[in-house]
């Protein structure tokens, strides 16, 4: 069986590169893109060379980075170009295969075992779309090349900015087996802490350490990182069709004022939960359970989730139950910076059921009937053709 060729095409400092297309003069100036300082999300969301040179990172506050880059320019953020010049990446992607995983608006997974014969190996087909997304697009791009996803990955952060990397059987221990836990796929910030308290500090350790106890400390994880650092892993290139199913579908929302009581709150459950319903509704779906997220004004993060006895797509009847979960686990000891509402255990139409969870007060059925009327409209003559008048009164900015 022919070994597969897997690139992984991550787009440098996507963001910043694309917004200096738009802003040439500050292209040797040290420039972040920053979220909106005015609606408190005063962070900064991607940066160029120049001033990761002088160490602003990806997540911290504005005056943070501008304490280390007094001189920095801050951008905001121009996301339909952003998705614009992702879209435009695959094209040139597809040039070469249309076995393509995304992994994120910035990164996607190519298999190229099966294109070989015409373009040449993985390594001169890296480099063509390296040099054709340059000289395209504009900006420049980092590729993996490697036998599975995991080393191609590895790959692509090794030689940034434009660079080609290449992992190979024969190499892949000189080459990967040094690097540290945290950049293995999948190791999170808790991952790194449990590993590094048994003495466990580079991908080479994850690698010859016993599988026990890595199941010991992560359990079933253990053991998938331990097969990815000994080139293990399988998994295919996934395209995305139009008919896949999401596993779950969220909004959530970071207000210039405080959430301040539960009446706030109840706003915002009601307008998420007309978002996510609307795409249950396109997707044929219905959420099987909820999950809250909550972020409060001194930045402490929670989550709350409940799965259903029952499922169900109706906006009021999912908003009543984020709503619910809300309250019996938050009373309001500060404010709420942010909030978040979340459809998990989604099922399809086949399978999922519906009943009456509210004693006879509400029919749920007749709910559906509703749901679905309203659903029609917004999609003929747009979202904001129908509105909850709590919105529409109230809290306008929610919707």
Same mark, same amino acid.
């Given at each position: 069986?022919?070994?597969?060729?897997?690139?992984?095409?991550?787009?440098?400092?996507?963001?910043?590169?694309?917004?200096?297309?738009?802003?040439?003069?500050?292209?040797?100036?040290?420039?972040?893109?920053?979220?909106?300082?005015?609606?408190?999300?005063?962070?900064?969301?991607?940066?160029?060379?120049?001033?990761?040179?002088?160490?602003?990172?990806?997540?911290?506050?504005?005056?943070?980075?501008?304490?280390?880059?007094?001189?920095?320019?801050?951008?905001?953020?121009?996301?339909?170009?952003?998705?614009?010049?992702?879209?435009?990446?695959?094209?040139?992607?597809?040039?070469?295969?249309?076995?393509?995983?995304?992994?994120?608006?910035?990164?996607?997974?190519?298999?190229?075992?099966?294109?070989?014969?015409?373009?040449?190996?993985?390594?001169?087909?890296?480099?063509?779309?390296?040099?054709?997304?340059?000289?395209?697009?504009?900006?420049?791009?980092?590729?993996?090349?490697?036998?599975?996803?995991?080393?191609?990955?590895?790959?692509?952060?090794?030689?940034?900015?434009?660079?080609?990397?290449?992992?190979?059987?024969?190499?892949?221990?000189?080459?990967?087996?040094?690097?540290?836990?945290?950049? %293995?796929?999948?190791?999170?910030?808790?991952?790194? =802490?449990? !590993?590094? @308290?048994? $003495?466990?500090?580079? /991908?080479?350790?994850?690698?010859?350490?016993?599988?026990?106890?890595?199941?010991?400390?992560?359990?079933?994880?253990?053991?998938?990182?331990?097969?990815?650092?000994?080139?293990?892993?399988?998994?295919?290139?996934?395209?995305?069709?139009?008919?896949?199913?999401?596993?779950?579908?969220?909004?959530?929302?970071?207000?210039?004022?405080?959430?301040?009581?539960?009446?706030?709150?109840?706003?915002?459950?009601?307008?998420?939960?007309?978002?996510?319903?609307?795409?249950?509704?396109?997707?044929?779906?219905?959420?099987?359970?909820?999950?809250?997220?909550?972020?409060?004004?001194?930045?402490?993060?929670?989550?709350?989730?409940?799965?259903?006895?029952?499922?169900?797509?109706?906006?009021?009847?999912?908003?009543?139950?984020?709503?619910? %979960?809300?309250?019996?686990?938050?009373?309001?000891? =500060?404010? !709420?910076? @942010?909030? $978040?509402?979340?459809? /998990?255990?989604?099922?399809?139409?086949?399978?999922?059921?519906?009943?009456?969870?509210?004693?006879?007060?509400?029919?749920?059925?007749?709910?559906?009937?509703?749901?679905?009327?309203?659903?029609?409209?917004?999609?003929?003559?747009?979202?904001?053709?129908?509105?909850?008048?709590?919105?529409?009164?109230?809290?306008?900015?929610?919707?």
């Amino acid at each position: 069986m022919k070994e597969r060729i897997i690139l992984h095409c991550d787009l440098n400092n996507f963001f910043a590169s694309v917004s200096l297309l738009f802003n040439p003069t500050l292209k040797n100036m040290p420039v972040a893109v920053c979220g909106d300082k005015e609606n408190r999300h005063g962070i900064v969301l991607a940066k160029n060379e120049i001033a990761k040179s002088f160490g602003v990172k990806t997540a911290e506050a504005i005056f943070e980075a501008k304490a280390k880059c007094p001189q920095l320019v801050t951008l905001p953020p121009i996301y339909e170009k952003y998705e614009e010049y992702s879209l435009k990446a695959r094209k040139i992607y597809e040039r070469y295969t249309d076995m393509i995983e995304p992994f994120g608006i910035d990164e996607c997974w190519l298999d190229v075992t099966g294109s070989t014969v015409i373009f040449g190996n993985g390594e001169e087909i890296a480099n063509k779309i390296r040099n054709e997304i340059k000289q395209e697009l504009g900006i420049t791009i980092s590729v993996g090349v490697s036998f599975n996803k995991v080393f191609a990955k590895l790959g692509s952060d090794m030689k940034k900015p434009d660079g080609v990397t290449l992992i190979t059987r024969e190499n892949y221990k000189r080459k990967v087996w040094s690097l540290p836990v945290s950049d %293995l796929l999948f190791v999170g910030r808790k991952t790194c =802490e449990k !590993l590094k @308290s048994t $003495g466990i500090y580079s /991908i080479g350790d994850i690698a010859q350490c016993d599988t026990a106890t890595l199941e010991r400390l992560l359990g079933k994880n253990g053991t998938e990182l331990k097969k990815f650092a000994l080139g293990e892993d399988n998994s295919p290139v996934l395209t995305p069709t139009k008919n896949d199913k999401p596993k779950s579908i969220g909004k959530s929302i970071t207000c210039g004022k405080d959430f301040e009581n539960n009446d706030d709150v109840w706003k915002a459950m009601l307008s998420f939960s007309q978002y996510i319903c609307d795409i249950l509704h396109q997707k044929e779906l219905y959420a099987g359970g909820v999950q809250v997220h909550i972020r409060t004004s001194s930045l402490a993060v929670k989550e709350f989730s409940h799965t259903f006895l029952d499922s169900t797509n109706s906006t009021l009847s999912f908003a009543k139950r984020g709503f619910e %979960l809300f309250c019996k686990n938050y009373t309001f000891g =500060e404010p !709420l910076r @942010s909030v $978040g509402l979340r459809a /998990i255990n989604l099922k399809d139409s086949k399978t999922a059921v519906q009943q009456d969870i509210f004693g006879g007060e509400i029919n749920e059925a007749y709910l559906e009937e509703i749901e679905d009327s309203i659903y029609a409209v917004r999609k003929k003559f747009g979202k904001s053709s129908i509105k909850r008048a709590t919105n529409v009164i109230s809290n306008k900015t929610l919707n």
